[in-house]
């Protein structure tokens, strides 16, 4: 059974860092793209980032630049290192991974951990 | 545009019809994900491309797509339909990602 368990969220004081970590089991992080999606609390879902199995790296216009997307294929695990954090970034920080055999410009994200709270406030 | 709008909520009673449509320019070039989302839960897809539904999602959901314009039906709504649904798409610039609005449906 594939499972994605997504780590490091907490209270972090804005103008901080934290890295997020989502480890993969059952499914392989190198084959495969991978997303970090947030969500605020009472709103809707918002993509932050994508990392393709190639390593081209894209991000949400509100993240980018503060943000970044990468993986360890030794340890099977995706990373969203955050940075400047501000307090419009607290949300819950969902990594999802693709169904098999669809292709990156379907989104059909099938595979989803069970998010990790990011509250950024002083 | 890289917006993908959704009605905010719709209702439907139960064992009826439900459609879910979605808005968006990015939907002239690319198919549309279908996510369900439960309170305190993670989402879950429940259709994805011309005409694909995971295994395990009830044959009830089905998608389609026309123009800027992509829906979820839910054909013989369920109590358990009752959820937030958001549409998913690649956007039109190709390098981003957006979800839409998303849309409340409550099963009377």
């Known amino acids: 059974e594939v499972q994605l368990v997504e780590s490091g969220g907490g209270l972090i004081q804005p103008g901080g860092s934290l890295r997020l970590s989502c480890a993969a089991s059952?499914?392989?992080?190198?084959?495969?793209?991978m997303s970090w999606v947030r969500q605020a609390p009472g709103k809707g879902l918002q993509w932050v980032a994508f990392?393709?199995?190639?390593?081209?790296?894209y991000y949400a216009d509100s993240v980018k630049g503060r943000f970044t997307i990468s993986r360890d294929f030794s340890m099977n695990t995706v990373f969203l290192q955050m940075n400047s954090l501000r307090a419009d970034d607290t949300a819950v920080y969902f990594c999802a991974g693709p169904i098999e055999d669809s292709p990156p410009t379907f989104g059909a994200l099938g595979y989803w951990g069970q998010g990790t709270l990011v509250t950024v406030s002083s | 545009s890289s917006e993908l709008t959704q009605d905010p909520a719709v209702s439907v009673a139960l064992g009826q019809t439900v459609r879910i449509t979605c808005q968006g320019d990015s939907l002239r070039s690319y198919y549309a994900s279908w996510f369900q989302q439960k309170p305190g839960q993670a989402p879950v897809l429940v259709f994805y491309?011309?005409?694909n539904r995971p295994s395990g999602i009830p044959d009830r959901f089905s998608g389609s797509n026309s123009g800027n314009t992509a829906s979820l039906t839910v054909t013989g709504a369920q109590a358990e339909d009752e959820a937030d649904y958001y549409c998913?798409?690649?956007?039109?610039?190709?390098?981003?990602?957006?979800f839409g609005t998303g849309t409340k449906v409550t099963v009377l």
């Open positions: 998913h798409s690649r956007a039109s610039s190709g390098d981003h990602y957006v």
């Open positions: 491309g011309m005409n």
């Open positions: 990392i393709y199995s190639g390593g081209a790296t």
């Open positions: 059952e499914f392989t992080v190198r084959n495969n793209y």
